[in-house]
């Protein structure tokens, strides 16, 4: 059962949990109690269903044995973290002004990280994309209050 304090997000990550059984990937959570952090649920949704449905494509894509996305929401002294993690092999993706472009070029694609970095400046917080160990990671940062910029 997924507790965050927040119905919203809680039936999101529940939903998710569940199409990614149904796709025989599994999700590792690590989530910390979100209901005082001042940003509204239709944002925070937007990251985690964008964050999470990038992972499960590239997953799907490539076939994994074992697949799983590991998605962490805490808070680590002042800062909110969240971070989502998957493995990979074969991506090589190219990095523009620290944003990663999508590599498909179809209508209606490359528009998820596009969302997530303008929250992430909304809300003055950090949008970091890297990969590790055969692990692509995308890890956001907020100060805790989230102070919002004019």
């Not at 149904?22 to 910390?32: D, K, P, T």
Request: glycine share 4%.
């Amino acid at each position: 059962m997924v507790s965050t304090g927040r119905p919203e997000t809680d039936a999101l990550i529940s939903s998710k949990l569940h199409d990614k059984k149904s796709c025989s990937i599994r999700l590792h959570l690590s989530l910390c109690d979100l209901t005082d952090i001042p940003m509204p649920s239709f944002d925070l949704n937007s990251i985690l269903m964008n964050l999470l449905d990038n992972a499960k494509e590239s997953l799907l894509r490539e076939q994994f044995p074992d697949p799983y996305i590991s998605l962490q929401v805490n808070r680590v002294s002042d800062t909110l973290v969240i971070s989502c993690s998957n493995p990979y092999t074969e991506i090589d993706p190219r990095v523009e002004e620290g944003i990663l472009e999508s590599s498909k070029k179809e209508a209606g694609h490359g528009y998820g990280l596009k969302i997530i970095q303008r929250i992430a400046d909304e809300y003055n917080g950090i949008f970091n994309i890297f990969l590790r160990n055969h692990l692509f990671y995308a890890v956001l940062t907020f100060p805790y209050n989230l102070p919002k910029k004019k």
